[in-house]
């Protein structure tokens, strides 16, 4: 699985953007959003678990970012909304194939993108 990250930019305060990252094959049962800032560790910010249809959101994006899927298009999306300065990173798109319940929401996924940066001015 290789996954392709694009939609990244830069916004200013309060603004948005779609991420999009295409999966090839599309059959993982785990699939995420990451982000990594300079100087701070990678963080998960949207999973979706597709076995147990359960979607996972970091507690600083809730109700700010949604993640949907395109199967047809084979592809995962992160809408962010109202994005803050404290959303400026790298973000990353993931995938991994575990099946036991809650899995999805593991932090170290086996397949992973490029990379696309978001940035975010006051």
């Known amino acids: 699985v290789q996954p392709v990250e694009s939609g990244g930019g830069s916004v200013e305060d309060g603004g948005s953007l779609r991420l999009s990252c295409v999966l090839t094959?599309?059959?993982?049962?785990?699939l995420g959003w990451f982000r990594q800032a300079p100087g701070k560790e990678r963080e998960g910010v949207a999973k979706?678990?597709?076995?147990?249809?359960?979607?996972y959101y970091h507690d600083s994006v809730e109700g700010r970012f949604t993640l949907s899927q395109d199967r047809a298009k084979k592809t995962l999306y992160l809408q962010m909304d109202d994005l803050r300065p404290d959303d400026t990173a790298m973000y990353y798109c993931?995938?991994?194939?575990?099946?036991?319940?809650?899995?999805?929401?593991?932090?170290?996924?086996?397949?992973w993108g490029q990379g696309t940066q978001v940035t975010v001015s006051s």
């Open positions: 993931a995938a991994a194939r575990w099946v036991d319940s809650g899995s999805c929401n593991r932090p170290n996924y086996d397949f």
């Open positions: 094959p599309f059959d993982s049962s785990c």
């Open positions: 979706i678990d597709r076995l147990y249809d359960r979607t």
